[in-house]
């Protein structure tokens, strides 16, 4: 069974930064793609961040390019998403994923996190 433990939501004010935090056991996290996604109140689940295992590639959502950046610690088994500039529009609850394919990880990846919840205020 696949485990991603999330940590580091909590609330903020614009501008603030934030940086959340998933642990993945060793066999998935060295054998998945990795990302983000994250869900607003009323809203469909969106994409945010995906980095490849490898490191190869990283892509982002238009929302959050130039203030999200993706990073993975592959010997740690953690991938990292550090959020800055944060805008009320970026609450939500946010969850960790993971995909065998660099396509559906940013798509519809099989496998995620419990979700950890945002909040930006004005």
């Known amino acids: 069974q696949v485990q991603l433990v999330e940590s580091g939501g909590g609330l903020v004010q614009a501008g603030d930064s934030l940086r959340l935090s998933c642990a993945a056991s060793v066999r998935i996290f060295s054998a998945l793609e990795m990302g983000w996604f994250r869900q607003a109140p009323g809203k469909e689940r969106e994409f945010v961040a995906a980095?490849?295992?490898?490191?190869?590639?990283?892509y982002y959502a238009d929302s959050v390019k130039g203030r999200f950046t993706i990073s993975r610690d592959n010997a740690k088994n953690t991938v990292f998403l550090q959020m800055n500039s944060m805008m009320p529009e970026d609450t939500a609850v946010y969850y960790c994923?993971?995909?065998?394919?660099?396509?559906?990880?940013?798509?519809?990846?099989?496998?995620w996190g419990q979700g950890t919840q945002v909040t930006v205020s004005s």
């Open positions: 994923a993971a995909d065998a394919s660099r396509v559906r990880i940013r798509t519809s990846p099989g496998y």
């Open positions: 980095r490849t295992w490898n490191g190869d590639n990283t």
